[in-house]
């Protein structure tokens, strides 16, 4: 049996991994760099629910679909920055409130929009995502 220290410490170690992970998967997606997002992706990979955002209708099981959607929203938006506002790490899981500003390709439109996303990690890899942006975004975003 671990010490409880021992398990202290494993815990520690995993959240801290967890949440540079996140960091580093935010920032490359900042700076457009879908390749580098795709490494912490598990082969088995699930993204069960994503806002309307997206374009992309959930869910998508495993790496490959992820890859295709993940691509697809690098053509559609461009995605300036995120500010990460707070992420809580319980275990495996963490959640992560975060202001996203962008532009949508197509139209050049600029935007802002606050998101929730949770995650589900293995092993220092992404094996569960879903992404909620705020509902009044939607208005904001189609509009003229």
């Known amino acids: ?21 996140i960091r580093r998967l935010y920032d490359c997606w900042a700076h457009g760099d879908v390749e580098a997002m795709i490494e912490y992706l598990a082969p088995d990979v699930v993204f069960p629910a994503l806002g309307f955002w997206t374009g992309t209708k959930p869910p998508l099981y495993g790496r490959n679909q992820a890859i295709r959607a993940m691509r697809q929203w690098a053509e559609t938006f461009e995605n300036i920055t995120s500010v990460l506002h707070e992420i809580i790490i319980d275990g495996d899981r963490a959640v992560v ?14 935007y802002q929009c606050d998101f929730i996303a949770f995650f589900r990690f293995r092993d220092g890899l992404i094996v569960e995502y879903s992404d909620y942006p705020d509902a009044a975004w939607s208005k904001v975003a189609v509009s003229a």
Not at 4 to 9: N, V
Not at 97 to 110: A, Q
């Open 97 to 110: 409130h975060r202001t996203g500003v962008g532009r949508l390709r197509n139209s050049g439109r600029r």
């Open 1 to 21: 049996m671990l010490a409880a220290e021992t398990l202290r410490r494993i815990g520690v170690i995993d959240r801290d991994l967890i949440e540079q992970r």
